[in-house]
């Protein structure tokens, strides 16, 4: 396992604070005689667990990726929670299939490249922090459009930030090259994507799924 560029900073600032808080919390309660020592153990664990969250927020796992021309692997870490047809209106404007990932805050938030392309179209959309699984969130709620393309099919990634998410950040633009379970963007304490297919498409997974970016198989081509 390794920890994530993007929490270089959060770690940084959560052992900064811990180490203040504790210190603290260790001055003022764990005294001899003082009486307050339940509510002492209770903060330091409190604080060491918030502290521990950060960390493990920010970890990239160790896994042997699904690869082939054939399938369509899991941009994201998370639980299914939409499969729909429904109307793509920013890039394809028709008809498309959505398959919707929920990322709690205990999920891996690294997204990857589900097929191996090229990158047709990005765009940041600022907005606003609806909770990820509300309706509307897909088309209020900050978030960026990645299409990703091969000969054999077109995806619409969508990063949709959710209530607890601030920040979405994504790594490619327009006309590179990107191989498949590459590493296209992350999204910072709570979030969804959403992936577009073509109508037809025969998914792989349902609703309620827990899958795993770079290792679920959503579909076939």
Excluded at 131 to 151: D, F, I, L
Excluded at 162 to 175: E, F, S
Excluded at 203 to 221: P, R
Aim: with cysteine; net charge positive; charged share 20%.
């Amino acid at each position: 396992m390794t920890i994530h560029r993007e929490g270089y900073k959060y770690i940084t600032i959560a052992s900064v604070l811990f180490v203040i808080l504790a210190g603290l919390n260790h001055y003022f309660l764990n005294k001899p005689g003082c009486g307050f020592q339940i509510i002492y153990w209770f903060l330091q664990t409190g604080f060491f667990l918030l502290w521990f969250w950060v960390l493990w927020f920010f970890r990239i796992p160790n896994r042997t990726f699904t690869q082939g021309d054939n399938v369509i692997v899991a941009p994201a870490d998370g639980k299914v929670v939409v499969i729909e047809e429904t109307t793509e209106t920013e890039y394809f404007k028709d008809k498309r299939l959505q398959v919707s990932i929920f990322m709690s805050p205990l999920n891996v938030h690294v997204n990857r490249s589900p097929i191996k392309g090229l990158i047709k179209y990005v765009k940041y959309h600022p907005g606003k922090y609806l909770v990820a699984w509300h309706p509307k969130s897909s088309t209020e709620n900050e978030r960026t459009t990645v299409v990703v393309g091969n000969n054999q099919i077109t995806l619409l990634m969508r990063q949709i930030a959710g209530a607890l998410a601030r920040r979405i950040c994504y790594y490619v633009k327009d006309g590179q090259t990107i191989e498949q379970n590459a590493e296209f963007g992350f999204i910072r304490f709570g979030s969804r994507v959403d992936i577009y297919f073509p109508v037809g498409t025969k998914i792989e997974v349902n609703i309620g799924d827990k899958v795993k970016g770079g290792q679920t198989i959503l579909a076939k081509v």
